[in-house]
């Protein structure tokens, strides 16, 4: 009952004298219960503005005034009570951004559909998959699964055991049944999911054919073995799958350590290169040197966290297979050289990154060479193939066998001596040495004598557009000693650096801090001695509602990024999805985005190279465009910004979507809102076009 005195005062009246509270108990009283729900609400007394809207019969009003007076708990109540329109509800709850309620009501409604999206966007990617399954869309659900088992979407060993169960269930349901049982096992090492993943290890094993272990499983449960599961003949025309996940496309390459694979990942629909190492008798079985040398090659790939690192994806030991991701533009050993001193310049930078950034690791790398530098679609250089990797140790030699490709062995390499980083830089030299000049330094065959005692002969002489600088590195680089070449990764990108030719054109060229004379102060001495930030040199270049973006030179990756500090209160829950998901995406035409400090809330992106896109570049614009939103879409993620002034475009590096400096996220953007705005910048692009 409110208590108030009696007015002769209209409600207008009283509104006119400032005195709401009053005005809106005298709408009440008066039996305007919708107008005093307003009054109330204007005055943010939102309980009472509630009550009214409920006296008023407006049960969607309601349901927002007991959000906004911090009760969401009653608002779900009353959006699943009898008596209210429990769709529109749901979407009253989904735009208060209550997504995880709104989705458990849209599920309840059989919306399952809108249920599956709407638990993405709460942040509830387990119960996302559950629905997706309901509706048959496993491969959605499965790659959803898959980020929570890897630790990505999970934050306790319950979860990732629950995922683990789905995963295996789902995988079991696609004929995957390799996977599924791996899936499976992990779910049985959990209390909380074991009585229900056991039982259904021992149908994927008699799927496999392995009568004997599917029995095995069996008896452990207490049943008979699984008789009617077990395979019938072979009848499938389609190709077999490896590891029950991969299906192979094409034989990409072969070697004497095995067979490269382009393969279609059934579960994420991606394509990868499937490395499948041949275990055969001898120094090939799985306890011989050649394998141990292939898992300790993963173990340090996958490690190795670096863009001018090619990724692993997945490691199959038991099966003696490794996936990484695709190199889209083939190998160094594709491209027939000569090839422009510039375009040697940029590859020759991207690899001394990568390699610095094993080096630094204490990993050898050990058969650097053409086949083993592999290039993105937009022709980033990554080292791949560690398959003869080992750590650092300066007191070891080498035992056995030879190990690489002998005509790009290092002396000592050959010799059996010692190993350091000078190795790799002997055989980098050997490597750009044959992108300058299309032929190696020495041609064999007798490669053993040559790289033990022939000068090799100056690039300039057999390739007059090699600039002589480059004549002078390279000397230094195939020195004979290791002592006399350049002592690290680093020192020789400084001098790449330096050499004259056309390369990439930069994004900014900043000074680096001068050294302190000898007779500097004390104090600037010890400045000099203090820690020095990982970014260099940091320039601002504009901001936004949200963040101020600058320019800088990162110390580690010598190379030069964008970094977006956000200000307090962004990125918001939206926008930090969509980070994460165009961190994700993994595809050359989307902007890298390289770390983020959720605690400092501070990304870091790479340089874009490109000028605004024209008419002229509209085909390749629109192919480029369209493979960035697939990949966008494919990790469900939504750009929602773009715009001509968010498009670069570059001839050798091709379009580059930007990341950086984007407006805060619609949560409501979807990939057809990407598509519409990409097919309205290239009608732009044509309409601004000169006639004729």
Known sequence: MYHFRRLDATVDELLAQGRHADAA??????????????I???????????????????????IAHLIDAKAPGEAVLLADTEGTDRAAAASLLAARRLFGPAAALLE???????????????GQPADAARVLEDLGRLREAGRLLERIAAGEAATTAEERAAA?????????????HEEAVRHLQEASRHESTRARALPLIA???????????????????????????????PGDAETPLIGGRYRPLRLLGAGAAGRVFLCRDEVSGAEVALKLFTVVGGAGTQGGDSYRRFLREAEIWRRAHHPNILRILDLRPDLGFLVTELAEGGTLADRRGPLPPGRVRRIALDVLAGLGHAHDRGVVHRDVKPANVFLDGRGVAKLGDFGVAHLLDLGATQTGALIGTLAYMSPEQITGAPLGAAADLYALGVTFFEALTGRRPFLGPDFIAQHLGEPPPRAAELEPAVPPAWDLLLGDLLAKDPAARPGSAAEVAERVRALEGPGPRPILTLPRPPTPPADAPPERAAAEAEPRSRYEGETPIGETPTARLSRA????????????????????????????GLAAAGTPFVQRVLSYDRTARVAVYEAP???????????RLA????????????????????????????????????????????????????ARAVAELLTGLRADAPSG
């Not at 994927?204 to 019938?232: D, F, K, N, Q, T």
């Not at 990024?561 to 980070?579: C, K, M, T």
């Open 553 to 580: 030179v990162d110390r580690a990756l010598e190379r030069t990024v964008v970094i977006e500090r956000f200000v307090d209160g962004a990125p918001d829950a939206a926008s930090e999805r969509r980070l994460f």
């Open 164 to 176: 683990q169960l789905a995963l295996g269930r789902i995988l079991a349901r696609l004929g995957h």
């Open 203 to 233: 149908p994927e094993l008699a799927a496999l054919g392995w009568s004997h272990a599917a029995a095995e499983a069996a008896r452990g449960l207490g049943g008979a073995p699984p008789v009617a599961l077990l395979p019938a003949a």
């Open 25 to 38: 108990a005298a709408a009440r009283a008066a039996g305007d219960a919708a107008r005093a729900a307003t």
């Open 108 to 122: 309840k409604l059989g919306e399952r559909e809108r249920a599956a999206e709407v638990f993405q966007r709460a």
């Open 609 to 619: 190279v490109g000028d605004p896109a024209t008419a002229a570049a509209i085909p």
């Open 623 to 674: 192919a480029e465009l369209t493979r960035a939103l697939t990949a966008l879409a494919e990790v469900g993620c939504v750009h929602g910004a773009v715009a001509a002034a968010r498009v670069l475009y570059d001839e050798q590096a091709g379009t580059t979507l930007l990341a950086a400096g984007l407006p805060a996220a619609d949560p409501a953007a979807t990939t057809d809102d990407d």
């Open 40 to 62: 109330y609400a204007q005055i943010w007394d939102f309980r009472r503005a509630a009550e009214c809207a409920l006296e008023a019969g407006d049960r969607l009003a309601a």
